[in-house]
């Protein structure tokens, strides 16, 4: 029976590994993983806040701002002020980065192929249910986990 360090060690080498493969997914586009995130993030939701972008991927609000300034010279995204609130900025995708969806969307699919593929699907079923399970406790106990990610 493995011990929860030892679940928590498991989970730490794959998220490393699954960001070494994102990286070497990523390559060929151009696009850091972060500003992957972001750019997939954008393309399921038409606009989000920054401080959503600080939690979805899980980083400091300086480097989210890093980040969408690199996509917004890309021509990837804009940044919008909230009118009601001039502290609040949303981030949508340009006409030029909702073309990239696309090609996001295949990327995405290759690097799950690339991480899972050796699952069958009765062991995909039941890792989803145990890390959706996981989270739901998480999400219970300090009510900040992206309730998308149970429902996914």
Do not use: W
Not at 30 to 41: D, K
Not at 52 to 63: F, I, K, N, Q, Y
Not at 66 to 76: A, D, E, N, P, T
Not at 115 to 135: H, P, W, Y
């Amino acid at each position: 029976m493995a011990s929860n360090q030892e679940l928590i060690d498991l989970y730490a080498s794959l998220r490393r590994a699954v960001s070494l493969e994102a990286n070497a997914v990523l390559r060929e586009t151009g696009l850091g993983l972060r500003q992957f995130i972001i750019l997939r993030s954008l393309s399921q939701n038409a606009i989000l806040k920054v401080s959503d972008l600080v939690e979805l991927c899980m980083t400091d609000p300086a480097t989210i701002s890093r980040s969408v300034g690199q996509l917004i010279k890309l021509g990837y995204v804009e940044k919008v002020q909230c009118e009601r609130d001039g502290r609040v900025f949303f981030v949508k995708l340009t006409k030029k980065g909702s073309g990239l969806v696309p090609e996001i969307n295949k990327v995405h699919r290759e690097l799950a192929e690339r991480c899972f593929s050796t699952l069958r699907n009765d062991e995909k079923s039941q890792l989803a249910g145990l890390l959706r399970e996981v989270i739901g406790h998480l999400d219970e106990v300090h009510g900040k986990i992206d309730a998308n990610l149970r429902s996914s």
